[in-house]
């Protein structure tokens, strides 16, 4: 274990690649949970009696621990290590997910939505944290990789779970728990690596370095939250507002999520990297006016509904604005709070989406009442205040060098 401890950076040198892509592929099978919800709205509508807003509230169940579970493992995760908890996590959100093609009735679908949030919601302070570590200084440039495999996770959910569904229907998304426990496995014969270059930066003190600004972390996250509204309501609904808008089958449906999370992952990439370069704030702001303009596109084209002329760039390009500031926000809340790195995480990736998954039984209930093109200009709304919000945010300070 000495000799893997010898390749392991401290957040203040070179980026530790290999942590970075181990980290990567565990965040992908985690997020694969998350989009495979949304996948199966269709069918659950059809097959199981569910309207819109019934559907949506799934989407809420699997939210709604996570606002007390990722926080709380954040503050868990600073006080000591619990490394392990990243396999695990994976383990426990499959098998939640499992669980909600496999219940035959609304109540045990909400348990498996419950199970499957609190997994994914475990997973991601601790993950985070140790993209950190491992990204050394290139924080922005590492966060967004990390993130990257999330996206990466949502958009690879329809591409596997589609042809499950339709080969062995709603139970077939079980075949999930294959892959997730195989990469458990492999995470878990790492956990020395992940526990040296812990060690490592509580050694240099490099994550205590520097004062808390609760309140720019407080405006940060009323900006993450709407934010994470439109991204929610996107997943959510875009696959049955491609099938019922522009007139496509379920796996054109399917193809137009998987647009827009690869846009995610485009965007989040790219977005880092030019973090690492210009103000942070600047790129946020960037991606929020974008987002604006593009989901705005999206509801005006669904009067019309050409599907690859319009409605698939669209939700390409919404998804490349989106994920610019994805990574990037994750990172300027840990610069906010340099000495709770694990409850900055938590907050950012926990609590505040959870707010927007608060959201997602309300564009039900307006695509219900309205029509689907309503939902995408309610989307459109959100963005522009997560916009005129990312003006508040102060600069973040640079940490302070062990």
Do not use: C
Not at 50 to 55: E, K, Q
Not at 110 to 139: D, L, M, Q
Not at 159 to 167: K, Q
């Amino acid at each position: 274990m000495a000799a893997a401890a010898t390749t392991i950076s401290t957040p203040e040198g070179a980026t530790d690649r290999a942590g970075l892509s181990i980290l990567t592929v565990a965040h992908l099978v985690n997020d694969v949970n998350q989009s495979v919800l949304p996948v199966m709205i269709p069918w659950l509508v059809s097959h199981r009696g569910l309207n819109l807003a019934l559907a949506a509230s799934l989407v809420l169940a699997m939210n709604l621990l996570s606002s007390v579970v990722q926080p709380l493992f954040g503050y868990i995760s600073d006080k000591r290590s619990v490394a392990w908890v990243i396999p695990v996590a994976i383990v426990v959100a499959t098998a939640g997910t499992a669980l909600i093609g496999l219940a035959p009735n609304l109540p045990l679908m909400y348990v498996g939505a419950v199970i499957s949030g609190i997994g994914v919601a475990a997973f991601h302070p601790e993950g985070s944290r140790f993209s950190n570590y491992f990204a050394g200084k290139k924080r922005a440039s590492g966060m967004s990789l990390f993130t990257v495999g999330g996206y990466l996770g949502f958009a690879a959910g329809p591409i596997i779970t589609t042809p499950l569904i339709l080969l062995f229907g709603l139970p077939g998304v079980a075949f999930l728990l294959l892959p997730a426990i195989a990469v458990a496995i492999v995470i878990w014969r790492e956990l020395p690596r992940f526990e040296a270059v812990r060690s490592a930066a509580h050694h240099a003190h490099t994550e205590r370095a520097g004062k808390d600004d609760w309140r720019a972390f407080s405006i940060m996250t009323g900006v993450v939250a709407l934010r994470s509204m439109t991204f929610l309501a996107a997943v959510t609904f875009t696959p049955i507002f491609a099938m019922r808008v522009a007139h496509v089958n379920a796996q054109l449906g399917s193809l137009a999520l998987t647009f827009l999370l690869l846009g995610g992952a485009i965007g989040t990439m790219y977005g880092g990297r030019l973090a690492d370069r210009i103000d942070r704030r600047r790129v946020v702001v960037l991606s929020l006016v974008l987002t604006t303009v593009f989901s705005l596109g999206l509801a005006l084209a669904g009067f019309y509904a050409p599907f690859f002329v319009a409605i698939a760039p669209l939700a390409l390009g919404f998804g490349i604005a989106l994920g610019l500031s994805a990574g990037v926000l994750v990172v300027i809340g840990q610069e906010y709070l340099p000495r709770h790195i694990g409850i900055a995480s938590g907050v950012t990736l926990g609590l505040a989406n959870t707010i927007g998954g608060l959201a997602a039984p309300m564009f039900g209930v307006i695509g219900d009442a309205h029509g689907l093109v309503a939902i995408y200009a309610t989307i459109a709304f959100f963005a522009l205040l997560a916009f005129l919000g990312s003006f508040a945010m102060p600069k973040p300070k640079a940490l302070a060098r062990a």
